[in-house]
């Protein structure tokens, strides 16, 4: 048996209306809004926000592997799972590995890990999905995707059941990305609905269906990807599904997210779920892929942890279309680069990434970064490492009109922090009205790309205030 | 310890303009420098027989070479001295040390730097590692603003009253980066750099060098200011964290590097009561927070009345304690690595009763204040005639 032991679904903060796209270039618009990740957040950032919601309340070193989905990796050449890795501190026994090229490769790599799972080389594996996929200015692509992440932890027990896997292989155009493109490519749009998405869904489904002999009536659910809701109204019916049976796909308040669209929809299910509960599962790509996840008992609630709903309502609008192209980076712009090194960045990739700080064994000081010399006591080399919170307060900040910072990112907040439980921290904010910024507000701590120094990307905490705090 | 009160002369001092010197080099503004202490001194470079050049930038200059190069006084011993803002008068303690232990006559202490030569609008950044990125200047001295406002209630409008005070001051001085006075509106309207921190906040950015003649009293007396050397009573450098903001309980609101030096220094001069003791003070006022804080920290008042002193009146060149008389690293400028040598320059010529500004009335003890990094490294000097 293989189970969904948890999971859990991350929403970039800020959002952008359609309206404003549509007019920034006076083309037709969409109604709604989508999701837009900031000019520091990519698939690598985003999926270890949905890892960390995942495993809030799971010790890390019981996981066996991590699988990585995206069609926008960060690195062409370099693994992105084994960054997912190091920022959730997770062993380094463990297999990583990226699944990429299609959107469908959220549940390629939930097979995957199923069949990992099954097999018995792992106990449980964490797949985290996260895109944030490139749409060509001026079209209606801009106004369609949406940015996020969510994760899943497979192991052999869990509240959900996965099973009865279903695959269909299609070679349709649509969409794709040469490696020589900057944005997403479609296809005849109805051409694809119909010899692509319908005839892959729907073949996948009732396979599926017909496999676990399950009726229309005997699901409670249909989580169907689907970039165009109308298509995705069609599915349904043609799958015999009524309205209330199908789960929202999102479009209207975050827009198409691609690869983890699929994960994402199923994580908003499961928040909603009850216990006998089945949910048909089919996630379009390439083909298409579908799986039944049955729900055995309700997930125990974890304190802190996050559901979908939290991260749809802690939103914040972008003024314009202007902040999205800067965001984008869309714009060719002479930037300043700051020196890095990957033999610090690795030397240091503990503290940096995993977030490690350290204890003295004398006076109980907790400090960042690791010393050698305690910098209370003066007693050398009586340090153990420990693993910081991922949270804090303000002690003093300022906001910094000088160095960094873009458009909306200007002033750059930067805040020394009090560690929850002691110790300093110093870090950016983001995601944040600078004007918000006040000594003693609770921030919590957010992997980010900082910069791209000696052209490798350079990831680091920032601060932003407490979402849902 | 023998310390080196009483032991150490000041003989000449020279101080180029400070400002945007763009048609200048660091070789034009140290020659500058250096042959006007020389000649105040009534001494030659010949004369010289070592020297510690105060630089902070590799850009300015690199090695001993940034002094001898430029006088051509090759194959004198020379070293290029680097602790941060405080490079200058750091130049000046191994002078000092050089002069009291005997091994040199004389001796010069100097610092030069050429900001605008780096062709960045404030100071370089080098901000390469992902923990350590962004961390400017201005931005490290708002954190104690911020936290200043916090618990003592002070304000954007505190933090201008020094602003105005310096300007009124350097207004007054002709080698003074800025000859133009401000208003308290003027620093309310400025700019934002690092909030709270504005333009006016913010010390001037500029090119310039200082110089002074160092030897032991006995041998100024027989030199041309033999009738007003001035003497030092102490002097005193203490280096503390590179990295307050991580820094597990720093509260912020003053420099440990700064009172540690204090205390050194005062205890070597025999100071009980600073504030009544010393005449008047250049202190570093790389930010005007930074001289609210320094105020404190030097013992001049109680910390969170320091702002209220200003107000006051207090620091004024006619107050209790005048500050910076000169217009201070706000408004004379701040070349880094000539400003500690630049503020002994200008306390030595306030104990001689020869300002080239403001003159303060009758001062018997001049101290100088020089604070580099994130307020990591701190070295005082007092100066004053002989007994």
Same mark, same amino acid.
């Given at each position: 048996?293989?189970?969904?032991?948890?999971?859990?679904?991350?929403?970039?903060?800020?959002?952008?209306?359609?309206?404003?796209?549509?007019?920034?270039?006076?083309?037709?618009?969409?109604?709604?809004?989508?999701?837009?990740?900031?000019?520091?957040?990519?698939?690598?950032?985003?999926?270890?926000?949905?890892?960390?919601?995942?495993?809030?309340?799971?010790?890390?070193?019981?996981?066996?592997?991590?699988?990585?989905?995206?069609?926008?990796?960060?690195?062409?050449?370099?693994?992105?799972?084994?960054?997912?890795?190091?920022?959730?501190?997770?062993?380094?026994?463990?297999?990583?590995?990226?699944?990429?090229?299609?959107?469908?490769?959220?549940?390629?790599?939930?097979?995957?890990?199923?069949?990992?799972?099954?097999?018995?080389?792992?106990?449980?594996?964490?797949?985290?999905?996260?895109?944030?996929?490139?749409?060509?200015?001026?079209?209606?692509?801009?106004?369609?995707?949406?940015?996020?992440?969510?994760?899943?932890?497979?192991?052999?027990?869990?509240?959900?059941?996965?099973?009865?896997?279903?695959?269909?292989?299609?070679?349709?155009?649509?969409?794709?990305?040469?490696?020589?493109?900057?944005?997403?490519?479609?296809?005849?749009?109805?051409?694809?609905?119909?010899?692509?998405?319908?005839?892959?869904?729907?073949?996948?489904?009732?396979?599926?269906?017909?496999?676990?002999?399950?009726?229309?009536?005997?699901?409670?659910?249909?989580?169907?990807?689907?970039?165009?809701?109308?298509?995705?109204?069609?599915?349904?019916?043609?799958?015999?599904?009524?309205?209330?049976?199908?789960?929202?796909?999102?479009?209207?308040?975050?827009?198409?997210?691609?690869?983890?669209?699929?994960?994402?929809?199923?994580?908003?299910?499961?928040?909603?779920?009850?216990?006998?509960?089945?949910?048909?599962?089919?996630?379009?790509?390439?083909?298409?892929?579908?799986?039944?996840?049955?729900?055995?008992?309700?997930?125990?609630?974890?304190?802190?942890?996050?559901?979908?709903?939290?991260?749809?309502?802690?939103?914040?609008?972008?003024?314009?279309?202007?902040?999205?192209?800067?965001?984008?980076?869309?714009?060719?712009?002479?930037?300043?680069?700051?020196?890095?090194?990957?033999?610090?960045?690795?030397?240091?990739?503990?503290?940096?990434?995993?977030?490690?700080?350290?204890?003295?064994?004398?006076?109980?000081?907790?400090?960042?970064?690791?010393?050698?010399?305690?910098?209370?006591?003066?007693?050398?080399?009586?340090?153990?490492?420990?693993?910081?919170?991922?949270?804090?307060?303000?002690?003093?900040?300022?906001?910094?009109?000088?160095?960094?910072?873009?458009?909306?990112?200007?002033?750059?907040?930067?805040?020394?922090?009090?560690?929850?439980?002691?110790?300093?921290?110093?870090?950016?904010?983001?995601?944040?009205?600078?004007?918000?910024?006040?000594?003693?507000?609770?921030?919590?701590?957010?992997?980010?790309?900082?910069?791209?120094?000696?052209?490798?990307?350079?990831?680091?905490?920032?601060?932003?205030?407490?979402?849902?705090? | 310890?023998?310390?080196?009160?009483?032991?150490?002369?000041?003989?000449?001092?020279?101080?180029?303009?400070?400002?945007?010197?763009?048609?200048?080099?660091?070789?034009?503004?140290?020659?500058?420098?250096?042959?006007?202490?020389?000649?105040?001194?009534?001494?030659?470079?010949?004369?010289?027989?070592?020297?510690?050049?105060?630089?902070?930038?590799?850009?300015?200059?690199?090695?001993?070479?940034?002094?001898?190069?430029?006088?051509?006084?090759?194959?004198?011993?020379?070293?290029?001295?680097?602790? $941060?803002?405080?490079?200058?008068?750091?130049?000046?303690?191994?002078?000092?040390?050089?002069?009291?232990?005997?091994?040199?006559?004389?001796?010069?202490?100097?610092?030069?730097?050429?900001?605008?030569?780096?062709?960045?609008?404030?100071?370089?950044?080098?901000?390469?590692?992902?923990?350590?990125?962004?961390?400017?200047?201005?931005?490290?001295?708002?954190?104690?603003?911020?936290?200043?406002?916090?618990?003592?209630?002070?304000?954007?409008?505190?933090?201008?009253?020094?602003?105005?005070?310096?300007?009124?001051?350097?207004?007054?001085?002709?080698?003074?980066?800025?000859?133009?006075?401000?208003?308290?509106?003027?620093?309310?309207?400025?700019?934002?750099?690092?909030?709270?921190?504005?333009?006016?906040?913010?010390?001037?950015?500029?090119?310039?060098?200082?110089?002074?003649?160092?030897?032991?009293?006995?041998?100024?007396?027989?030199?041309?200011?033999?009738?007003?050397?001035?003497?030092?009573?102490?002097?005193?450098?203490?280096?503390?964290?590179?990295?307050?903001?991580?820094?597990?309980?720093?509260?912020?609101?003053? $420099?440990?590097?700064?009172?540690?030096?204090?205390?050194?220094?005062?205890?070597?001069?025999?100071?009980?009561?600073?504030?009544?003791?010393?005449? $008047?003070?250049?202190?570093?006022?790389?930010?005007?927070?930074?001289?609210?804080?320094?105020?404190?920290?030097?013992?001049?008042?109680?910390?969170?009345?320091?702002?209220?002193?200003?107000?006051?009146?207090?620091?004024?060149?006619?107050?209790?304690?005048?500050?910076?008389?000169?217009?201070?690293?706000?408004?004379?400028?701040?070349?880094?690595?000539?400003?500690?040598?630049?503020?002994?320059?200008?306390?030595?010529?306030?104990?001689?009763?020869?300002?080239?500004?403001?003159?303060?009335?009758?001062?018997?003890?001049?101290?100088?204040?020089?604070?580099?990094?994130?307020?990591?490294?701190?070295?005082?000097?007092?100066?004053?005639?002989?007994?």
């Amino acid at each position: 048996m293989v189970a969904i032991a948890s999971y859990g679904a991350y929403i970039p903060t800020f959002r952008l209306s359609r309206q404003e796209m549509s007019q920034a270039w006076g083309i037709p618009g969409v109604p709604g809004e989508r999701s837009v990740a900031n000019g520091d957040e990519d698939s690598i950032t985003m999926a270890v926000a949905a890892g960390f919601e995942c495993l809030a309340g799971i010790d890390p070193a019981s996981i066996d592997g991590v699988y990585f989905a995206s069609t926008t990796p960060p690195y062409t050449e370099k693994q992105c799972a084994s960054v997912v890795a190091g920022a959730l501190d997770l062993r380094k026994d463990i297999f990583t590995a990226d699944f990429t090229d299609s959107i469908r490769s959220a549940t390629v790599a939930i097979r995957a890990a199923y069949d990992a799972i099954e097999s018995g080389s792992a106990k449980s594996v964490l797949v985290v999905a996260a895109d944030n996929r490139p749409a060509e200015p001026e079209t209606m692509w801009e106004q369609l995707l949406g940015d996020g992440a969510a994760a899943f932890l497979l192991s052999k027990e869990g509240p959900a059941t996965v099973r009865g896997f279903q695959s269909v292989t299609s070679d349709v155009i649509g969409p794709w990305r040469r490696s020589v493109d900057h944005y997403v490519r479609a296809f005849e749009p109805k051409l694809e609905t119909q010899y692509g998405y319908m005839a892959s869904m729907v073949a996948a489904a009732k396979a599926l269906a017909e496999k676990e002999s399950l009726g229309p009536k005997d699901i409670s659910k249909g989580v169907f990807s689907a970039g165009d809701p109308r298509a995705h109204a069609v599915l349904g019916r043609q799958l015999g599904l009524e309205m209330p049976q199908l789960q929202d796909t999102g479009f209207l308040l975050l827009g198409n997210t691609g690869t983890p669209q699929v994960l994402m929809m199923l994580a908003a299910a499961l928040d909603a779920a009850k216990a006998g509960d089945k949910i048909l599962v089919a996630n379009y790509g390439d083909g298409a892929d579908a799986l039944l996840v049955e729900v055995n008992d309700a997930f125990p609630a974890v304190p802190g942890k996050r559901p979908l709903q939290t991260y749809l309502m802690t939103k914040r609008m972008l003024p314009n279309y202007n902040a999205y192209a800067s965001f984008r980076k869309l714009m060719d712009r002479d930037r300043f680069v700051p020196k890095s090194s990957p033999v610090t960045y690795w030397r240091d990739s503990k503290m940096e990434l995993a977030l490690y700080g350290a204890r003295c064994r004398k006076c109980g000081t907790v400090q960042y970064p690791l010393p050698r010399v305690c910098v209370e006591c003066g007693t050398k080399d009586e340090l153990d490492e420990i693993k910081l919170p991922r949270k804090g307060t303000v002690f003093t900040f300022t906001l910094d009109h000088l160095v960094g910072g873009e458009y909306l990112s200007t002033p750059v907040p930067r805040i020394v922090i009090e560690l929850e439980g002691g110790g300093r921290i110093f870090m950016q904010m983001t995601d944040c009205d600078p004007k918000e910024v006040s000594i003693g507000m609770p921030v919590e701590f957010t992997l980010r790309r900082l910069h791209e120094g000696a052209e490798f990307h350079n990831y680091y905490w920032k601060c932003q205030p407490v979402r849902g705090g | 310890m023998p310390g080196i009160k009483d032991r150490v002369a000041i003989a000449g001092v020279g101080c180029t303009k400070f400002g945007e010197i763009w048609e200048k080099d660091q070789e034009d503004l140290l020659v500058e420098a250096v042959y006007e202490a020389l000649d105040d001194a009534g001494i030659t470079p010949q004369d010289i027989e070592a020297a510690w050049v105060g630089v902070m930038y590799s850009f300015t200059g690199m090695s001993g070479g940034t002094f001898v190069e430029p006088m051509k006084l090759f194959g004198k011993p020379v070293t290029r001295v680097e602790n $941060f803002c405080a490079s200058g008068m750091d130049a000046f303690r191994n002078a000092s040390y050089a002069v009291a232990a005997g091994v040199y006559d004389i001796v010069v202490a100097c610092g030069v730097e050429k900001l605008m030569d780096e062709g960045s609008s404030g100071l370089p950044m080098e901000g390469g590692h992902p923990v350590m990125s962004g961390t400017s200047a201005p931005a490290m001295f708002a954190l104690a603003a911020s936290r200043a406002f916090h618990e003592w209630g002070w304000t954007k409008e505190d933090l201008a009253h020094v602003a105005v005070k310096n300007h009124k001051n350097g207004v007054a001085h002709p080698k003074a980066h800025f000859r133009r006075a401000i208003t308290v509106d003027d620093v309310l309207k400025a700019p934002m750099i690092a909030e709270p921190l504005g333009r006016f906040d913010c010390c001037a950015m500029s090119d310039g060098a200082a110089a002074v003649v160092v030897t032991r009293p006995e041998i100024a007396k027989t030199m041309k200011h033999k009738d007003d050397y001035v003497v030092a009573k102490a002097n005193a450098l203490a280096v503390d964290t590179l990295f307050p903001m991580w820094r597990p309980g720093f509260n912020w609101l003053g $420099f440990p590097a700064t009172k540690k030096a204090a205390a050194m220094a005062y205890e070597e001069a025999g100071i009980k009561d600073p504030r009544k003791e010393i005449s $008047f003070a250049e202190i570093h006022d790389c930010f005007t927070i930074t001289e609210l804080l320094n105020m404190g920290d030097l013992g001049f008042v109680d910390p969170p009345k320091a702002a209220e002193a200003v107000r006051d009146g207090m620091t004024e060149v006619e107050g209790d304690i005048p500050l910076n008389p000169s217009g201070g690293l706000k408004c004379f400028g701040h070349p880094i690595g000539a400003t500690g040598c630049r503020m002994l320059y200008e306390v030595t010529k306030q104990l001689q009763g020869r300002a080239d500004g403001m003159q303060v009335k009758n001062p018997r003890l001049g101290l100088a204040h020089n604070l580099g990094g994130p307020a990591s490294v701190c070295s005082v000097t007092i100066l004053g005639r002989p007994d």
